[in-house]
């Protein structure tokens, strides 16, 4: 199994980046995916979940109205998409998978089987 993260990069407040994870080697829509963050010297934190069929979403409660996740199981992808980006959102950003189905809360990292290599995202002020 492997995920792959791309999208990462610098910008300046009030810009936008658009990541995206491509998954191989899993049957990418038996799998609900979140996108965790993990700052210098801070905790890993849930971004955003979607479920397998794209029809539930979730989002922390410092990203909502800015960031919005989606996926395309016909190309195996993730994404987020990130708008109006803050110099808190500097992090690196990883995808994660887990079979549908889990009761676990949806930013429970422990949870997740698969995970991306990360992509650095950095917000200028």
């Known amino acids: 199994v492997q995920l792959v993260e791309s999208g990462g990069g610098s910008v300046q407040s009030g810009g936008s980046l658009r990541l995206s994870c491509t998954a191989s080697g899993l049957t990418f829509d038996d799998y609900e995916m979140t996108w965790f963050r993990q700052a210098p010297g801070k905790e890993r934190e849930g971004v955003s979940f979607?479920?397998?069929?794209?029809?539930?979403?979730y989002y922390a409660d410092s990203v909502k109205g800015r960031f919005t996740i989606s996926r395309d199981n016909a190309k195996n992808t993730l994404y987020l998409q990130m708008n109006s980006l803050r110099p808190e959102d500097t992090a690196m950003y990883y995808c994660a998978a887990r079979r549908w189905g889990s009761k676990s809360w949806w930013h429970d990292a422990k949870t997740f089987d698969h995970w991306g290599q990360g992509t650095q995202v950095t917000v200028s002020s």
């Open positions: 979607i479920s397998w069929a794209g029809n539930n979403v």
